[in-house]
């Protein structure tokens, strides 16, 4: 592997020519160059066919009778509903999450308190545990007849099992992590500096959230929210366990991907997981566009 | 280009001292805030995880043990956690030589490279299963047919941990400082020597929290499963489908008890992620 280390960088300022023993140095550097080559070939292969190569012909399938799959979808009212549920759920889950975030985010690195740590290693919970086991475990709790507190909020009218609260629930557990993981270390980068000069200046708390800390954390937060989104728009095995699945009620466009498929009705499925991942996408490029003129 | 999975819990800069000094110390109002938050993640995240737990514990042990020894359920442990297990070896080596590739590398479509990279995140998992199936199933324009197949669940594996590897050692090797490499190339080690006793020994400890992370990612994926894999039991059936057919079974407490599977591995998981970032934290 390290033989592109003698390779020149092709970015880099020249380097002053290294000596090489056995005055050997031209093979050298033609074996290595054969190296990157093969390193650099190996790598677009492999990522090619894992993802470039199956991405596209999810486009191409989904376009395969122009744009009338597409148009088909949007005729069904169903569906129509079940895209703008899903949009509805990611945006509300975006909103929970990006407030929670910020909060736990500034309490995680500017306050000491008991049992920190911890938390700080639960945080990340959601990002390891298996989506069903995500549903199961909102299921246990908030079930309408023998979950924990199920009857109890049912009894007082509130209904969040197999509705739309069960599926926010879900896709906010999911994606709970992404906006801390984001802000958590660009505010331990910024230091407490500034907040201190201004609070020195008479700033009160809230005018030092709002003048220094959140300015100077804008561009984590956005990027969390960007990945909280597509997060939130793609959540599938929690929600499938946890909203019922009913068509026009809780069905979201994912669980519609999966219902066309397994009806044969596979251009259907492809022209909804074709939408899907252009919004994933477009949320990845947004994020890998914007964040270099951050570090600038 | 998510951070996602790079090592960001690093604790706060040694703030011990907060006893004495203002900074630090929870105000009224940060207080309130940090019950507000703590309550919200126990009702959504805590203590539904805890009725998991204490669900599969309701049957005593034996009840716990002889429905996580199921002969059906135990075939999807093994396979899961079997596959799970080789694809995080391909990827400790796919995921460094790509990091490898992207950092010391410069062509015409990296850019495009490091987008790839990051879709399988983003990507939902059930859309994912469908772009494999896409080329990799009936139909196929390479001629394999995976679906139904065991290798549906290796491939499924492989594309939704790709990220984890690669996004936690770019950013270590991207750091290394190439002097030393150069030090030890004027010394007369040759390149592989150098890669091993040089390079190697500091990006450990990022391939090893990578490769974590992408066992559990593996051991918990389901929605790429479902249109791929078929779910044959003792072929295709992983755990998490098992899971979700006790539960469509009204086997609650069977599932709780193969979801305390689940739970336990991701437990070892994060605690093991947040050592090896802890110690990386504390050297860098």
Redesign the interface.
Known sequence: ??????AE???APPTPP??Q?GGSARRLRRR?RAV?YT??A???V??????????T??AQ?AFGKGLTDIQELFADPQIRHAFILTVVVALISVAINTV?GI??S????????PGK?V????????????????????????NGRSG?FGPALESAGFKVMYAAPAII?AT??VS???VI??V??VL?EIG?DQE?AARSLGAN?FQRFRRITLPSIKWAVI?GMV?TL??S?????AV??VSGNVLGVTRTA?LV??EK??NFDKSG??AT?FL??LI??A???T??LL?PKDQG | MTTAVTPTQAPAPPRRRGRRVREGQLTWASGVGLGISVMWFSLLVLIPLCAVVITASGAGWSGFWSSITNEQTLAAIKLTVGTAFAVTIVNVFMGTLIAWVLVRDNFFGKRALEVLIDIPFALPTVVAGLVLLSLYGNGSPVGVNIANNRSAVFVAYLFVTLPFVVRTVQPVLAELDREVEEASRSLGASSFTTFRRVVLPSLIPAIAAGATLSFARGVSEYGSLVLLSGNIPFQTEVTSVRILSSIENNNVVGAASVATILLVISLIVIVFVDIVQRRLARRG
């Open positions: 592997m390290a033989d592109t280390l003698v960088p092709v970015v290294r000596p023993p290595s990157r390193f650099r190996i790598v677009v492999y990522l090619v066919m894992l993802v470039g190569w199956p991405l012909l999810v399938r929670f909060s736990i500034i309490l995680l690195v500017r306050y000491e308190f740590r938390l700080s290693a639960f945080i990340d919970l959601p990002l390891a545990v298996s989506p069903i086991v995500v549903g199961l475990s909102l299921v246990l709790v908030y924990w629930m906010t557990f709970l992590p992404l993981r984001e958590v270390p331990q407490t201190q708390a990027y990945l597509a997060r728009l793609g959540e599938f095995g499938k366990v994912t991907v999966e498929y397994l499925a492809y997981a899907l991942a994933s996408v949320c990845i490029i994020v890998s964040r």
